[in-house]
């Protein structure tokens, strides 16, 4: 059974950082892509940031381009997501997210989600 959990989560005010850590479970991601999503409230689940497992090839929505970087740790089959220069409009639940097939943007794309795990950015 694959298992998707994400950590690091928590409050941190405006121009702060945090990381957030995807650990992956029953199957190895090597094969995949995997990625970060956010759903504020009232919102729709949102693309942030996938990455090809094999080639590291990265891809981010240009809402985050350049303050935050998805990487992975292929020792503890761990995706990582650094999040720098946070604003308030970052505030979310963010789910990480594995095995997609087709347009990486649209949630129905993957096939994997972990539970989410809630950041706060206080102004």
């Known amino acids: 059974q694959v298992q998707v959990v994400e950590s690091g989560g928590g409050l941190v005010q405006a121009g702060g950082s945090l990381r957030l850590s995807c650990a992956a479970s029953g199957r190895t991601p090597t094969d995949y892509h995997m990625g970060w999503f956010r759903q504020a409230p009232g919102k729709e689940r949102e693309f942030i940031a996938s990455?090809?497992?094999?080639?590291?090839?990265?891809n981010y929505a240009n809402s985050v381009k350049g303050r935050f970087t998805i990487s992975r740790d292929n020792a503890k089959n761990t995706v990582l997501l650094q999040m720098n220069s946070l604003k308030p409009e970052d505030t979310a639940v963010y789910y990480c997210t594995m095995d997609a097939s087709g347009l990486l943007a649209l949630t129905t794309s993957w096939r994997y989600w972990g539970q989410g795990t809630q950041v706060t950015v206080s102004s």
């Open positions: 990455i090809i497992w094999n080639s590291g090839s990265t």
